[in-house]
C-alpha cells in the first residue's frame, strides 16, 4: 500500500490506543510491535508518514516538541531504537545497521511503501542506513545535527568518547550518568551549554536513566566513525539539514563545505543555541520544518548554506 499508515494494532493484540485525554503531546498513540521482538513507537498526525529517528541515550519523546507542528503535515512515526526507551537491547551489537534492520517490521506492519525519513544526531546513522536499505521507498530526508563523517565531528568530543567509552571508564561512567547532578553538570559544560528547555533537560535524563548503556555504548562507537556524506550527495530526494550554530559537537565549517556541493541539499543553522534545544530554537525549528515539508523555500536568515 503506497504511502499508507495502518493506524490498527495487530489483529488479536490488545488495545493500545490511549484515550484521547492520555495522548502524548497532544497528538500521539503509543504502541507496541511484539514481532519478531518488543518495539516501542508513537504514531500520529496526519498526512503522508514520516519516520523519525532519535538520537543517542534517547527515546521517541525526543520529538515531543515537533508532534503538534509538525503533525499538522505528516503522519509521525517515532519508535524507541532498541536499548532506548521502552524498547529492549538486542542480543548482538547496536550498530546503526541494526538498529536499521530493527525497523524493518514497523515498516511491514504499517505497510509503509514512500515515506519521509529523519534522523537526530546518531539516530541519522540509522536513517541513512535505511537510505541505503531502501532507496526508492524514500522522499524527503531530514537530518538534525547529522555526524555525515568523522571530519564532521569536533576533536575534543572524539577524544572525550575515546576516554569515555573504554573499557576501564566506562563503568563509571555509566554510574555516575544516573546522578542527575553529575550528569547536568557534564552536559551544561562540555555539551549543551546553560540555556536549555527545562522539559527538554527533565526528558534527556528520564531518557538517560532507563537506556542501556551497553546498547549506548556500541551505538556510539559505531556512529561516530560511519562515512554517509556520499550517500547524501548521490541522493535524488530533496533533503534538509538543521543545525543549531552553537552546537559544540560539530565542526560547521567542515559540514558546511561538504554540504555546498550537494544542490539538492537545504541547509539551515540556527543561532543562539546548542545542542540542547532552547525555546527559541524550537520554534525556529518548527518554522523550517513547515516551509521544507511544504516544498517552500526556508525561512529568513536560516537559510544559509
Not at 96 to 114: F, I, Q
Not at 147 to 175: E, K
Not at 191 to 196: F, K, L, P
Not at 281 to 291: E, N, P, S
Amino acid at each position: 500500500m503506497t504511502g499508507a499508515v495502518s493506524p490498527r494494532p495487530a489483529p488479536g493484540a490488545p488495545a493500545l490506543v490511549q484515550e484521547p485525554d492520555s495522548l502524548i503531546g497532544g497528538v500521539m498513540e503509543e504502541r507496541f510491535l511484539d514481532a519478531p521482538r518488543p518495539l516501542r513507537y508513537l504514531i500520529g498526525g496526519d498526512g503522508p508518514p514520516l519516520l523519525l529517528c532519535h538520537g543517542w541515550l534517547g527515546s521517541a519523546e525526543n520529538f515531543t516538541t515537533w508532534f503538534e507542528g509538525v503533525g499538522r503535515h505528516r503522519t509521525l512515526i517515532v519508535p524507541d531504537l532498541p536499548g532506548c526507551g521502552q524498547s529492549p537491547a538486542l542480543a548482538g551489537r547496536h550498530t546503526c545497521a541494526a538498529l536499521a534492520r530493527s525497523l524493518v517490521p514497523l515498516l511491514d506492519e504499517l505497510e509503509l511503501d514512500r515515506f519521509d525519513l529523519g534522523g537526530l544526531c546518531l539516530g541519522s546513522g540509522v536513517a541513512f542506513e535505511l537510505l541505503a536499505r531502501f532507496p526508492q521507498r524514500v522522499d524527503r530526508l531530514v537530518l538534525h545535527t547529522p555526524l555525515l563523517d568523522p571530519a564532521v565531528v569536533g576533536a575534543r568530543f572524539h577524544f572525550q568518547a575515546t576516554v569515555l567509552l573504554s573499557a576501564p571508564v566506562f563503568p563509571v561512567v555509566s554510574f555516575l550518568a544516573r546522578r542527575r547532578w553529575v550528569s547536568d553538570l557534564y552536559k551544561r559544560v562540555v555539551v549543551e551549554g546553560d540555556d536549555v528547555d527545562s522539559a527538554q533537560a527533565e526528558m534527556n535524563f528520564r531518557n538517560q536513566f532507563r537506556a542501556s548503556h551497553r546498547a549506548q555504548r556500541e551505538w556510539v562507537k559505531d556512529g561516530l566513525h560511519r562515512h554517509d556524506a556520499r550517500l547524501l550527495a548521490d541522493r535524488a530526494g530533496e533533503s534538509l539539514i538543521i543545525v543549531a550554530g552553537d552546537d559544540l559537537l560539530l565542526r560547521h565549517d567542515v559540514l558546511l563545505r561538504e554540504v555546498e556541493a550537494m544542490p539538492r541539499v537545504r541547509f539551515a543553522s540556527i543561532g543562539d543555541a546548542g545542542h540542547g534545544w532552547n525555546e527559541g530554537f524550537i520554534h525556529r525549528q518548527l518554522d523550517i520544518l513547515d516551509a521544507f515539508l511544504e516544498g517552500q523555500p526556508l525561512p529568513g536568515r536560516t537559510a544559509a548554506a
